[in-house]
């Protein structure tokens, strides 16, 4: 099983940073098999539905989003579209470089909203606001078709820092309790994600925030409900999860790699909370995706016999001309160089031992501004089409 693949922003039309599509428009541009998969991105992301209802999974938790709710969703969090059928709306992407660029000083709110709503993404409280937020959408969507210069985006993001503040200050109505903006809570969940593989104590964290024990639990209570010591818990939960589902590594390696002394003691602590063992768990989530291998309908020498191998150089007077293929998947394994897997609407950045795939029927094609080697693997598609190949 590979590492959940890291998306890079690349928006060829406008390279600043910054994106806003329709819903329904992102849908039927992208390639849907791809997005269905677990991936992460280095970026912003946040979805506000207007029509419809789609079913969204971030770190292996599943949020149903309906009309007039928004999904906070921030950069390298682990996540897939589930279901969108019918869906109308906006997508919003956006990077860091975007902010510091076109809103200087002022990164810190847009900022906030995303810290605040990382540990409840889902904002489904602004009934009253609704009409107000798709308006100001409406308007930066339409600067953004038609942004050309610095200056426009300058107002696309004051714009959006707009947008941003209206729903952080909704979310702090929400709850009286929490109106003071909790940094120390901040803190401490950043501390949770650069050090948790070293330190699991409360009281770690405390020295490193030169802060009592007492008031990392009290803040950390008042923004989420729960203890600092149950927030380290479930956070260390989910790097296991993450590492067993989508890094090919050990038992023993992945309990080194988070700072448990002996894989027995992970195992024990894993079970405890989740109710099954690291490898039960593992088996569990592999088992959905590996189903076809034990087909006993499916002919597998017939496949294997059908796989075509090709091996590419790509570089920069290379023009490979965008196509598909109809009844075969076709998997690009990078053995030296670097370059791009180009699809119709984005790209992938490829590096040795990085792949790209292009499903039966989806336009692709490569590119490199200095030199690509590739070996290209085509597939018979394994789904009701493999009829016509009478299996």
Not at 89 to 98: A, H, K, P, R
Not at 142 to 163: C, G, H, L, P, Q
Request: aromatic share 12%; net charge neutral.
């Amino acid at each position: 099983m590979n590492k959940v693949e890291k998306i890079k922003f690349r928006n060829k039309k406008k390279n600043k940073g910054f994106e806003i599509i329709s819903l329904k428009s992102f849908f039927e541009s992208e390639n849907t098999f791809f997005i269905r998969k677990h991936f992460r991105t280095d970026f912003y992301n946040l979805i506000f539905v207007t029509e419809g209802k789609c079913i969204h999974e971030i770190d292996f938790l599943e949020y149903t989003i309906e009309a007039g709710e928004i999904l906070i969703i921030s950069k390298n969090r682990v996540h897939r579209y589930s279901e969108f059928d019918n869906l109308e709306g906006y997508l919003i992407m956006f990077t860091e470089g975007f902010l510091c660029e076109f809103l200087s000083n002022d990164t810190s709110e847009v900022k906030d909203l995303f810290k605040k709503s990382y540990l409840n993404p889902h904002v489904n409280f602004i009934d009253l606001h609704a009409l107000t937020l798709t308006k100001l959408l409406d308007v930066i969507h339409d600067m953004y078709t038609n942004a050309d210069d610095v200056m426009n985006y300058k107002v696309i993001a004051s714009t959006f820092r707009t947008f941003a503040l209206l729903i952080f200050n909704i979310i702090l109505g929400e709850d009286n309790s929490r109106q003071k903006k909790n940094e120390i809570f901040i803190q401490f969940t950043e501390l949770v994600e650069e050090h948790i593989d070293k330190e699991k104590t409360v009281e770690g964290y405390a020295i490193m925030m030169h802060v009592s024990k007492k008031t990392v639990n009290l803040m950390t209570r008042k923004a989420i409900d729960m203890s600092a010591k149950q927030y380290i818990i479930q956070q260390l939960i989910l790097k296991i999860k993450l590492k067993l589902c989508f890094e090919q590594k050990s038992i023993n390696e992945v309990a080194n790699e988070l700072g448990f002394t002996e894989s027995s003691n992970m195992t024990r602590f894993f079970k405890k909370y989740t109710g099954i063992n690291p490898t039960k768990f593992r088996s569990m989530n592999r088992k959905d995706n590996n189903k076809w291998i034990s087909s006993n309908s499916m002919d597998l020498n017939f496949i294997e016999e059908s796989i075509e191998r090709r091996v590419y150089h790509i570089n920069f007077e290379s023009k490979v001309p965008l196509h598909a293929h109809e009844d075969v998947d076709e998997i690009f394994y990078c053995i030296k160089g670097s370059g791009f897997g180009v699809l119709e609407d984005g790209e992938v950045e490829l590096n040795v031992g990085k792949t790209f795939i292009a499903p039966a029927g989806t336009i692709h094609s490569l590119r490199s501004e200095c030199d690509l080697y590739v070996t290209a693997f085509l597939v018979p598609v394994v789904d009701e089409r493999l009829k016509k190949f009478k299996l």
